[in-house]
């Protein structure tokens, strides 16, 4: 238990750092982000807090889904926009004119370090965040497919975002490309269980016919 927390709050709080660094690098963010943002500057108020508010808007779309929350998935809700904030605030506007290759550099470390952080809190196994429950939840309600199901989700977030003035630009294109692969590569560094099967897989591989 020790561990899984360790990996849970390390995992939340590198999340809520990697969302910054898409934030500052001024290249576009990842979907959800996007909503967020706009939401912000539509009312004023901190994005993190937005995002907090968002996740538990989001958690009572479970209910009707019948889609149970861990405690890991309440953590979730509040750690990373906390963390946003703390960490967004510290940055301030230090980095608003920066070179492209440090934007650049924030682009693609944020989403290496979104990745590793995604897979270190799902690697606890503490309950899923509120998007990605709502995502799972669906898929099993409808019987759909997980990726028509995402796409549905993100693709709505992201125009609602994208018509509240939120960024999108080829950062945005850059983490749905990269996002998913990253966490399959990354999943069995912080969960033992998908690394014995990714292993066993890799022993079939090489010696079974």
């Known amino acids: ?22 934030l500052r690098s001024g290249l576009g963010l990842m979907p959800w982000d996007v909503l967020h943002q706009g939401l912000a500057l539509q009312g004023g108020w901190p994005m993190g807090r937005v995002a907090i508010a968002v996740s538990f808007v989001t958690l009572l779309l479970w209910i009707p889904i ?35 290759a440090t934007r650049l550099a924030l682009l693609f470390g944020g989403i290496v ?35 028509l199901v995402r796409t549905l989700i993100e693709g709505s977030v992201l125009l609602s975002g994208y018509l509240l003035g939120g960024t999108l630009g080829l950062g945005t294109v850059a983490y749905m490309l990269l996002i998913g692969p990253l966490i399959q590569l990354m999943l069995p560094w912080f969960d033992r269980q998908v690394r014995v099967v990714v292993e066993a897989e890799g022993v079939c591989a090489d010696r079974c016919p």
Not at 3 to 21: D, E, H, I, P, Q
Not at 73 to 99: E, H, K, M, Q, S
Request: positive net charge; glycine residues 16%; proline residues 5%.
């Open 66 to 100: 019948r889609q149970k929350p861990g405690f890991g998935t309440l953590c979730n809700a509040v750690v990373i926009g906390l963390v946003f904030d703390l960490v967004n605030g510290w940055v301030g506007d230090r980095l608003l004119d920066a070179p492209l």
């Open 113 to 147: 370090l979104n990745g590793a952080a995604t897979a270190a809190y799902l690697g606890a196994r503490m309950g899923p965040g509120p998007r990605d429950g709502l995502m799972t939840g669906l898929v099993r309600r409808t019987g759909r497919s997980v990726r």
């Open 1 to 22: 238990m020790p561990l899984r927390l360790l990996k849970l709050f390390l995992g939340l709080t590198a999340y809520g750092m990697s969302m910054v660094m898409l």
